[in-house]
């Protein structure tokens, strides 16, 4: 074997398991964003119920947003925990413009310092879709934290959504939120609270349910990413190995009728003694 033809092998080898791991990250990434589509459903009732409830109990209540008044603005962003899902990031990064920079999502948290913006809050996004209730919990507490240290006066919610092949980039106000138009009450509600502080749960509630929802399209949409860019990373693998291939098989058939023609040369040399 001559040493190109070595070479040949050893970078089809390669290559080989090159696809190999680039098909297991693209079969991670479809379970998981299949996770996230079950999911869904589940996410979308709690959030309309307890959407549903706030509406019906704010006009037993003075019309007025329910927030915390003056204070400091936050802008809340969920992106990618690890890489390899193309430029994912690159849409939810902008200048927080004065407002209080949160992050989720550690891949995230490092683009915006890459850009001059450091986070004054960052933790990692969930990686399975049983984690995103456990990333939103965690969000809400610390903005209920940061809300009994000092008052915020809004709090916004920067996500990215999937749309079929692509992905948009949503922007939410979380806080404060103002309740539907007023309607007379003719059939009020059994309350077992006064109705302040049943709204005021209510909201607390609504918070937790808009951040499940934001944080889940995020993973959904960073799994579909990664999906297509793990895809189109193994296309250029197999587009390679057929390109290799197909230049062993030449070096092989040219080895073959060197080979050949070192045979004949040979018999007709012995011939002509």
Same mark, same amino acid.
């Given at each position: 074997?001559?040493?190109?033809?070595?070479?040949?092998?050893?970078?089809?080898?390669?290559?080989?398991?090159?696809?190999?791991?680039?098909?297991?990250?693209?079969?991670?990434?479809?379970?998981?964003?299949?996770?996230?589509?079950?999911?869904?459903?589940?996410?979308?009732?709690?959030?309309?119920?307890?959407?549903?409830? %706030?509406?019906?109990?704010?006009?037993?209540?003075?019309?007025?947003?329910?927030?915390?008044?003056?204070?400091?603005?936050?802008?809340?962003?969920?992106?990618?925990?690890?890489?390899?899902?193309?430029?994912?990031?690159?849409?939810?990064?902008?200048?927080?413009?004065?407002? *209080?920079?949160?992050?989720?999502?550690?891949?995230?948290?490092?683009?915006?310092?890459?850009?001059?913006? &450091?986070?004054?809050?960052?933790?990692?996004?969930?990686?399975?879709?049983?984690?995103?209730? &456990?990333?939103?919990?965690?969000?809400?507490?610390?903005?209920?934290?940061?809300?009994?240290?000092?008052?915020?006066?809004?709090?916004?919610?920067?996500?990215?959504?999937?749309?079929?092949?692509?992905?948009?980039?949503? *922007?939410?106000?979380?806080?404060?939120?103002?309740?539907?138009?007023?309607?007379?009450?003719?059939?009020?509600?059994?309350?077992?609270?006064?109705?302040?502080?049943?709204?005021?749960?209510?909201?607390? *509630?609504?918070?937790?349910?808009?951040?499940?929802?934001?944080?889940?399209?995020?993973?959904?949409?960073?799994? *579909?990413?990664?999906?297509?860019?793990?895809?189109?990373? %193994?296309?250029?693998?197999?587009?390679?190995?057929?390109?290799?291939?197909?230049? /062993?098989?030449? %070096?092989?058939? &040219? &080895?073959?009728?060197?080979? %050949?023609?070192?045979?004949?040369?040979?018999? /007709?040399?012995?011939?002509?003694?």
């Amino acid at each position: 074997m001559s040493g190109r033809a070595h070479d040949l092998q050893v970078r089809i080898a390669t290559l080989g398991d090159l696809g190999g791991v680039f098909g297991a990250l693209r079969a991670l990434s479809a379970s998981r964003l299949q996770q996230a589509r079950a999911s869904f459903d589940a996410v979308e009732v709690y959030r309309r119920t307890v959407q549903h409830a %706030l509406d019906t109990a704010w006009p037993l209540v003075p019309p007025a947003p329910v927030g915390w008044g003056g204070g400091r603005r936050v802008l809340l962003v969920f992106g990618a925990e690890h890489g390899f899902c193309g430029g994912f990031d690159r849409g939810l990064v902008v200048d927080p413009s004065g407002a *209080e920079l949160w992050v989720c999502g550690q891949r995230l948290a490092g683009t915006f310092r890459e850009h001059g913006h &450091e986070p004054a809050w960052a933790i990692p996004m969930a990686t399975r879709a049983e984690g995103v209730l &456990e990333v939103a919990r965690r969000a809400a507490d610390h903005l209920y934290d940061a809300a009994a240290e000092q008052p915020l006066a809004e709090v916004t919610l920067r996500f990215r959504r999937s749309r079929g092949a692509t992905s948009d980039v949503v *922007e939410d106000r979380l806080l404060p939120r103002s309740g539907p138009v007023a309607n007379p009450v003719t059939d009020p509600p059994v309350l077992h609270l006064r109705p302040a502080q049943l709204v005021r749960r209510l909201v607390d *509630e609504v918070v937790l349910a808009e951040l499940t929802w934001a944080a889940m399209s995020s993973f959904a949409a960073e799994s *579909e990413a990664r999906m297509r860019t793990v895809q189109s990373a %193994l296309d250029h693998v197999k587009d390679k190995l057929d390109e290799l291939r197909h230049q /062993e098989a030449q %070096l092989r058939q &040219e &080895e073959v009728t060197t080979e %050949l023609l070192d045979v004949v040369n040979g018999a /007709e040399a012995a011939r002509a003694r």
